[in-house]
């Protein structure tokens, strides 16, 4: 189970190109985790589906890319391979240390996490208070893919997308302004909210996001205040990742 957990939290944070490393906070009844990249484009929220007990504490995943090989190293992940997360006190509370990982040979590699004063320190996340979500729905899967094709031509000359509502339908507009390439498409019809502002977000981003997506696993919501939210549940873990607008 831990391997399949940790597998999962990689996958969705330093499998997007973007995030580095995580915190991640366990308690008795939750285990959540927290992130956001170098640039403060995305936040990330997220909370295991079932807490696990090994996380109890705060610690912090970084060099996500070294977690990431050493569990899917053949030679640690053999049919005699085993895989535990060594706990100790620090700073006078028990949190997590390191993870032991060994193949059939039974040679170990060790993965350190950041002690939970070190994550304070080094780690902080943007604190999201909320907000009024005005339009909130989840997205087919053809529309994500016609967001994803659509992106790959035009990001090469423009790296952010709007978005608008006209008559029930949510419009994703490319490029700015008569001079440029640009084109829209409809994203989604039927919306329940509309938008009074129009706002931008990044191209890059989003895609990456929306290739964790598959059917009925992602919601998206948006706020007039110029916020996009999209989340994603893995089945392991729920994910959300919160976009402010470029104005």
């Known amino acids: 189970m831990i391997k399949d957990v940790l597998l999962d939290v990689v996958k969705h944070t330093n499998g997007l190109g973007f995030i580095e490393a995580v915190k991640i906070e366990g308690t008795e009844e939750t285990t959540d985790l927290s992130a956001m990249d170098v640039d403060r484009t995305v936040m ?40 535990k997360v060594v706990r100790n006190e620090r700073n006078g509370f028990e949190q997590p240390e390191e993870i032991e ?7 170990p590699w060790y993965y350190r996490f950041m002690s939970g004063a070190l994550v304070e320190e080094q780690l902080k996340t943007v604190k999201f208070r909320g907000a009024e979500w005005n339009i909130e729905f989840q997205p087919s899967q053809k529309s994500i893919q016609l967001f994803n094709n659509a992106a790959q031509g035009i990001v090469q000359f423009e790296p952010y997308f709007s978005l608008t ?8 507009g490319f490029g700015t302004g008569g001079n440029s390439h640009r084109g829209h498409l409809v994203f989604a019809d039927n919306v329940q909210g509309e938008l009074s502002s ?50």
């Open 101 to 107: 990982f060994r193949g059939a040979s039974g040679s």
């Open 44 to 83: 990330m929220y997220g909370q295991l589906n079932q807490k696990v007990n090994d996380f109890k504490g705060i610690c912090g995943a970084a060099n996500l890319g070294f977690l990431n090989w050493l569990l899917t190293w053949e030679y640690l992940n053999d049919d005699g391979a085993s895989l």
């Open 165 to 172: 509502t006209k008559n029930n339908q949510l419009l994703m």
């Open 198 to 247: 129009t706002f931008h977000w990044p191209i890059v981003q989003v895609m990456a996001i929306f290739k964790l997506a598959s059917t009925g696993n992602c919601k998206i919501s948006i706020a007039d205040i110029g916020a996009l939210q999209i989340t994603i549940d893995s089945g392991i873990g729920t994910y959300s990742y919160i976009l402010p607008a470029k104005s």
